[in-house]
């Protein structure tokens, strides 16, 4: 009897052992091909800051005659320059093409490495590609060896250009710069290492960045049947204390005997947002001469969109506040211009300090494009590593505390259901810290953007509404002087 029971014991056991081992296999399996993210050792990461180039050299392409060609070399040589002679074989020219250079017909044009699609003229002697050097009006040159830069990649909002001459003293210098062991590694991975000189050309204009921004409204605030009173009451619930619409409603409800929606509140913000955003956009503030950038997170339609703050770090005002979708480059260049757009003659020493993200040395090569010229120092890492990073963290700091006072307002809400919805917030919050909104750091508490129309007010709904007759008559003005 003992015996069989230790038998029946010792076989539980063992299946018990099979089923623990067949876990550990299945969870070691699960790790060896999640694609969670690896813990890594940040000393063992070699970060490379992205680098700026010189500007290329711009080449206008320069026509000729065949014809004047044709003469010249007869009057100085005494020969003719004849049409290709062509062998049996040989594929034909087709007759639609002529040299882009001297139009020279295609009697003059043979192939220069066969069926590539590239051409030489016997007339000029250029050679010639129908698909893109001639394209174009002009001609990108690598400003260290006038090599003509080629078309490798074609990211979002930019495309790239190389220069492919090995012999280029711009290339020659960087690999005398790399250390034993880097040049090792260069051979193995050399797609690890910038080597040849780069140029990105944007496909955003400045001029497009002058177009006004527009927030789709429902309703009309002229036409809606709540009191003045009740709209000025939303709006600080709303935007000053952080609530949710849903919250808000109760509150009007459960205090102020008024009953009204969620989404008539959301209505609301969004019809407010439209009518102030030209006032606080628009508005001269006076600036000082330290300013931050940031980007933060929120949830628009249950996915993660991006809010690129920009901040006067003394006088504490919002200088832009852009919503987008992505993490672009295109969205940093507007930030920039929300920026530069304020200045009525650019600071030689503006500085505008960020993060280690590429995209906003990106923005700052489109703007070196135009003519614009401004520093951006970036601060990398949690730690000061270097003198940059001891020197200008306060800075990074202070936008950051500026993303915390905005999460303390938006966490709330649990996210938004539109992208109009999360822009109003944005464009409403951000009228909120820069004129209604008291700042410790400021002289006596102070809010950042004084308006004596407002210090007549006796509570934060007459602000608002006040702040909403102010943001009018702005409209209207404009749409006289336009």
């Excluded at 917030?425 to 407002?454: C, D, I, M, W």
Aim: proline share 5%.
């Amino acid at each position: 009897m003992f015996t069989s029971i230790l038998t029946y014991l010792v076989g539980i056991i063992n299946y018990q052992t099979k089923i623990i081992l067949f876990l550990l296999q299945f969870l070691l399996n699960q790790a060896k091909y999640s694609k969670a993210p690896k813990l890594t050792t940040p000393l063992d990461l070699d970060y490379r800051k992205l680098t700026v180039d010189d500007l290329p050299t711009i080449q206008k392409l320069q026509t000729l005659d065949y014809r004047q060609v044709i003469s010249g070399h007869f009057d100085k040589t005494g020969k003719v320059i004849q049409p290709v002679r062509r062998h049996k074989n040989s594929k034909p020219i087709p007759n639609d093409i002529c040299c882009p250079r001297c139009q020279a017909p295609h009697d003059y044009l043979y192939r220069n490495n066969g069926d590539c699609g590239q051409y030489q003229c016997k007339v000029c002697q250029e050679r010639f590609n129908l698909k893109n050097k001639y394209a174009k009006e002009v001609v990108l040159s690598c400003p260290h060896c006038t090599q003509t830069l080629d078309k490798i990649k074609h990211r979002k909002g930019f495309v790239i250009y190389k220069c492919r001459n090995f012999a280029c003293s711009f290339y020659q210098n960087r690999l005398k710069k790399l250390s034993s062991k880097e040049q090792r590694l260069f051979k193995e991975q050399p797609h690890l290492f910038k080597m040849h000189y780069l140029y990105r050309q944007f496909e955003l204009k400045l001029s497009e960045l002058q177009a006004p921004r527009e927030i789709p409204t429902v309703v009309q605030l002229s036409n809606i049947h709540s009191s003045p009173q009740v709209l000025g009451l939303i709006l600080t619930y709303y935007v000053n204390y952080g609530l949710s619409a849903e919250k808000t409603a109760a509150l009007m409800f459960d205090v102020h005997q008024v009953k009204i929606s969620g989404q008539t509140i959301r209505n609301y913000a969004r019809s407010v947002a439209c009518l102030v955003r030209p006032f606080t956009d628009g508005y001269p503030y006076a600036l000082s001469d330290q300013f931050c950038g940031d980007e933060t997170y929120i949830r628009v339609q249950g996915k993660w969109h991006y809010i690129y703050f920009f901040f006067d770090a003394v006088n504490k005002i919002i200088l832009s506040h852009r919503v987008s979708p992505n993490r672009d480059t295109a969205t940093a260049i507007k930030a920039f211009h929300d920026v530069i757009k304020r200045f009525d003659t650019l600071p030689e020493n503006l500085n505008l300090i960020v993060d280690g993200n590429p995209i906003y040395k990106l923005a700052q090569i489109f703007f070196a494009g135009e003519g614009i010229h401004f520093d951006v120092t970036q601060v990398i890492g949690l730690t000061n590593e270097d003198k940059v990073s001891a020197e200008f963290r306060p800075l990074k700091q202070i936008i950051e505390r500026l993303n915390r006072t905005f999460k303390g307002n938006y966490k709330p809400l649990g996210g938004f259901g539109s992208e109009a919805g999360s822009i109003a917030f944005v464009e409403l919050f951000t009228t909120y810290f820069n004129f209604l909104r008291p700042h410790a750091s400021l002289e006596k508490g102070r809010v950042p953007v004084q308006l004596p129309e407002l210090e007549l007010c006796e509570d934060m709904p007459q602000k608002w509404l006040r702040l909403l007759q102010i943001s009018e008559d702005c409209l209207v003005n404009l749409s006289l002087a336009s």
